[in-house]
Each structure stands twice: as structure tokens, then as C-alpha cells.
């Protein structure tokens, strides 16, 4: 799944030593929609918190899963990021401009003393 939007917030530095080691996890709060905006709180672990070094308004989109846990009879539900692209970085060609289809642009050559072909 994927949403884009606005970090609008970021929320404090979790850790914790687990049985496989120290771990970290980091959680924002996007928003997105245009006439009647909604918040979506989602977390990243791990390196990913470094990799990607979200800041407050941000124009992102969030690559995710949505992830429920049982719990004493509780529902617990997580919204782990997977993948993070600022302002449609990933649609981008080699000019910097977005492209219909997300792949860039093909040069052509205008033609020249080498161009053999017949049209």
C-alpha cells in the first residue's frame, strides 16, 4: 500500500533491548487528502530511521503494510514503512522531470552523417 502526503509530525525515539539485540523505532505522523485531511500515524525500524531522516513538512510517499496483533483479547494495529520516497523521486527521469509512466524519457538522434536507416 502506499499514501502521500505531509509529515506533519514527528513523534519521540523509541528503544529497547529484545532478545535479538538493541532495537529502534521511529514513529510520523502523515497527513494527506485535500478537502478534509486525515493523520496516519506509521513507524520505521531500525537503520531505516537513518537511511531516510524524515523531517516536518516533508512531502513524502510512504510505502507500507498494515500489520494487526492479538494481545489479552486486544487488537494492536501497526503501520510499518517500507519504503519512503520524497516529492515522487521514484517517477522521476534523468532530467529531474517526471514522466508519464515513470520511466525517462528516450533521446533520440536527430540524425546525422552516420544515420544509414531509410526514413
Request: charge should be negative; include cysteine.
Amino acid at each position: 500500500m502506499e499514501l502521500t502526503g505531509k509529515i506533519t509530525k514527528t513523534l519521540a525515539l523509541q528503544s529497547g533491548q529484545g532478545k535479538n539485540g538493541t532495537w529502534k523505532k521511529q514513529e510520523y505522523v502523515i497527513e494527506y487528502g485535500d478537502q478534509y485531511p486525515k493523520l496516519v500515524c506509521f513507524n520505521l525500524w531500525g537503520d531505516k530511521i537513518d537511511q531516510y531522516a524524515l523531517k516536518d513538512g516533508e512531502t513524502v510517499t510512504v510505502h507500507f503494510d498494515v500489520e494487526s496483533r492479538e494481545y489479552n483479547g486486544r487488537y494492536y494495529t501497526d503501520v510499518k514503512a517500507w519504503r519512503i520516497d520524497r516529492n515522487g523521486s521514484n517517477d522521476t527521469g534523468a532530467t529531474g522531470e517526471k514522466t508519464e509512466f515513470g520511466t525517462p524519457s528516450p533521446e533520440f538522434n536527430n540524425g546525422g552523417p552516420t544515420d544509414d536507416l531509410p526514413f
